[in-house]
Nanobody
Framework: QVQLVESGGGLVQAGGSLRLSCSAS????????MGWYRQAPGKQRDLVAL???????NSADSVKGRFTISRGNAKNTVYLQMMSLKPEDTAVYYC?????????WGQGTQVTVSS
């Protein structure tokens, strides 16, 4: 059983920074990709950024140049460094892991950016 545990959300002023972390626990699995999605109230869940097992990254145009996704050395941990935060970045951020044919989600962490 795979579990994703997130941390690092919170309240920050516009222009500030936050770092989100997500660790995948369990055994006997190989992660194809890990990433972050976000969902604002009344909106769909959208991709923020992802990183593949080979180290390739992709991110939404709205966060390019401000957010950076990276992995830990063990490759079962993913980080999202968020800088120059804007009020429109306010959302619940969900960690995602693609393992085999499965798609796993964390419980979500709230990020609130005040103007």
């Amino acid at each position: 059983q795979v579990q994703l545990v997130e941390s690092g959300g919170g309240l920050v002023q516009a222009g500030g920074s936050l770092r989100l972390s997500c660790s995948a626990s369990g055994s006997g699995f190989s992660i194809n990709a890990m990433g972050w999605y976000r969902q604002a109230p009344g909106k769909q869940r959208d991709l923020v950024a992802l990183i593949t097992s080979g180290g390739l990254t992709n991110s939404a145009d709205s966060v390019k140049g401000r957010f950076t996704i990276s992995r830990g050395n063990a490759k079962n941990t993913v980080y999202l460094q968020m800088m120059s935060l804007k009020p429109e970045d306010t959302a619940v951020y969900y960690c995602n892991a693609k393992i085999g044919a499965g798609n796993y989600w964390g419980q979500g962490t709230q990020v609130t950016v005040s103007s």
